[in-house]
């Protein structure tokens, strides 16, 4: 034997809201059969709406037990609830519980997109219902354009979009005037005659003398149940094929659509939230831009100065000074290391601050005795004269070169003061040379506040020493830097019997320099994230009030089966949809202002594709992670208290 369609025992609903529990329905025993036309009688008040809605699988009974074919549906989880609501039930309010911004097609067609129907497919469906409702001139007319009737007839033709077997009638001609209340209940007496169950609740008596069998209910308990009309109820009546589809493209197609549409509705909030997001971006695309164009700007400075150099340095490393002065590197050094192979070419340094003289004069400058491969070792050539010779290094002659500093010191630009002799020391220098400019170092030191002269006079004339501070080695570019370092290394250790120096390799030194630079840059990174983390608190915040505004079009998203999934969707598109056009806008206002700065105050900004990748990799994730909470508390919300709210 088939067990009845529809069967309730001993059900019982007791709300527990407010202070004491007031139970609504006690011991509410019915079983309704396929096909059947029921009306459910009583005043208001007395619990018509909770049992409709129980019955709807909109809201669970606190006691006893509800079949539905057979299936106990305190068994089932949500999802089972969105199915049965889906598939089986089709709902007609009071107050018909259109969305307001969805025109009657739309309407009409929203259960079917719950149920992975393809969007032709029900959007003629729609129509088809609608024009068998006589709207097929109303089809994309929104419920603000429809008569209460009319809107009505939308409400009937969405109820039947799935080919539910039963159609569960709230009050259906409450908010109608006696015509559109009949139309509504001549229709739903030609759906019986087409096998539709019909279950209707109403006050009225005149409403209810259409039903075949009235079910009358006081203080929520079943007080009469009685046939009236002959009976058309069959123990199997109209039969529902089809399984559940995997609603997954359609709904996300839907999603996204619903999100546009919400965007555009709140343009201006949706503007704000996004500005915060574009800001955010924008100002981790500029930063790390302007971070790496700081560091190519140092590793620039730093190439100029050579990156095949190495330089031996006294003292031992990494101790500080221990106040012996190291002497042992000398002139005679200098061949042992050029015939160290790799090596191009050597040059001993030494500097100190000496006063200058020319005219009356005085200038403090760093005074530096070299080679004559100086130009050639540091990249850095004579803008005018020449550099000292070999020959002067060999006669110890009195010569100089300048910096460009000096020469505008001294000579106030009218001279180059070639040819001229200042005073250095005690001693009468001849300025044979003008160095190129090379501005100032990363610690502000000014290169060419210097003069230049062979090692030979200067430590006979200014240091009076014959050691060195240092030599700098130029190794050839075919050259392993690492193995030359080596072999001059054990030079030194051969020469001097012990470690009194240390080997410094340029490329360590940029690199050092890089690691700073690099630090630098992931703080303007930190403070470019939090302000995109900033903004994706304000995408939350949004979503929550959007999730409270349209509550009750959760309600009846529900109550026409969407899944908690398919509500979470449908937020979570719209914050990730928020966070995506931000994300792009924010790319391009952070590339655009980053081009701005920069031409306008020549600051160097260098834009690559990985930071852009990644900030708007954050601006999606910051969608998802906002969208999350507000979109779950939309998930989680029951649909009779979200069809409540106004
Ligand atoms: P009807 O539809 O017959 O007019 P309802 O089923 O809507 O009556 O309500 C029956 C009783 O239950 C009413 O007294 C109402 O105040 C109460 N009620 C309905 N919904 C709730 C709720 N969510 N919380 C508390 N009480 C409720
Ligand atoms: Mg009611």
């Known amino acids: 034997m088939t067990p009845p369609f529809l069967q309730l025992s001993a059900i019982g609903r007791t709300y527990t809201a407010g202070s004491e529990p007031l139970t609504v329905l006690r011991e509410i025993s019915l079983e309704i059969n396929s096909g059947e036309f029921v009306a459910i009688m009583g005043a208001s008040g007395s619990g018509k709406s909770t049992l409709m809605n129980i019955i709807g699988c909109l809201d669970k009974p606190s006691i006893g037990s509800y079949r539905v074919l057979g299936r106990e549906v305190a068994t089932l989880d949500s999802d089972g609830l969105a199915q049965l609501r889906r598939d089986t039930f089709g709902f007609i309010f009071q107050r018909y519980n259109l969305m307001s911004d969805l025109s009657a097609v739309e309407n009409a067609e929203a259960p079917a997109i719950y149920a992975g129907i393809p969007k032709s497919v029900r959007t003629n469906r729609a129509s088809e219902l609608l024009q068998e409702l006589g709207l097929g001139e109303r089809l994309h007319h929104h419920p603000n354009e429809l008569s209460g009737g009319q809107q009505q007839r939308v409400s009937i033709a969405r109820a039947l979009m799935n080919n539910g077997l039963v159609i569960l009638a709230d009050e259906p001609t409450g908010a109608l005037d006696s015509s559109g209340g009949k139309e509504v209940m001549a229709i739903l007496e030609k759906l019986h005659q087409q096998g539709h169950t019909i279950i209707l609740v109403t006050h009225d008596s005149n409403i209810a003398a259409y039903a075949h069998r009235l079910v009358r209910i006081v203080d929520g308990c079943i007080t009469s149940d009685e046939q009236q009309k002959a009976g058309t109820a069959t123990s199997q009546g109209k039969e529902k094929s089809g ?25 201006l909030r949706a503007g704000l939230t996004m500005l915060g997001i574009i800001i955010g971006v924008a100002s981790v695309v500029a930063m790390m831009a302007a971070g790496n164009g700081a560091k190519a700007a140092v590793d620039e400075r730093m190439q100029a100065m050579g990156t095949n150099l190495l330089t031996v340095e006294r003292g031992v490393p990494a101790v500080r000074s221990s106040g012996e002065l190291i002497t042992t590197f000398l002139p005679e050094d200098i061949p042992s290391i050029i015939s160290i192979p790799g090596v191009e070419m050597a040059i001993p340094e030494t500097e100190g601050s000496t006063l200058l003289r020319f005219d009356n004069q005085d200038l403090l400058v760093t005074t530096v005795g070299t080679g004559e491969e100086f130009p050639r070792v540091h990249d850095w050539p004579a803008e005018l004269g020449t550099f000292f010779s070999a020959e002067h290094v060999k006669r110890q002659a009195q010569v100089v070169v300048i910096g460009q500093t000096i020469m505008k010191t001294l000579f106030s630009g009218r001279e180059t003061g070639l040819g001229e002799y200042i005073i250095i020391g005690n001693a009468p220098f001849l300025v044979v040379g003008v160095l190129s400019s090379k501005g100032t170092t990363a610690r502000g030191d000014d290169l060419d506040n210097s003069v230049w002269m062979p090692y030979t006079t200067a430590g006979a004339r200014i240091f009076g020493q014959r050691f060195f501070k240092r030599f700098v080695v130029r190794v050839k570019p075919e050259a392993d830097m690492d193995t030359v370092a080596a072999n001059l290394r054990a030079l030194f250790i051969h020469r001097h019997r012990k470690v009194d120096f240390n080997i410094r390799n340029q490329a360590d030194a940029i690199e050092m320099a890089n690691e700073t630079q690099n630090t630098l840059t992931y703080l303007l990174a930190t403070i470019a994230i939090i302000s995109l983390i900033v903004g994706g608190i304000g995408v939350m915040n949004i979503m929550l009030v959007s999730v409270t505004e349209r509550t009750r079009e959760i309600g009846i998203r529900m109550a026409i089966g969407a899944r908690g999934t398919d509500v979470m969707l449908q937020f979570l598109t719209e914050a990730v949809m928020v966070c ?23 600051l160097r900004m260098i834009f690559t594709i990985g930071p852009i990748v990644i900030a708007f990799a954050c601006a999606f994730l910051t969608g998802i992670l906002s969208g999350y909470l507000p979109a779950r508390k939309a998930a989680h919300l029951d649909p009779i208290e979200a069809l409540a709210r106004e």
């Open 243 to 267: 399984e559940d589809v995997k609603p997954s493209i359609p709904a996300l197609g839907e999603a996204l659509k619903i999100a546009v549409r919400s965007l555009m509705n709140n343009r």
């Open 580 to 602: 995506f056009i931000g994300g792009i806008a924010g790319v391009l206002v952070g590339v655009g202002g980053g081009i701005a700065v920069s031409t306008l105050f020549g």
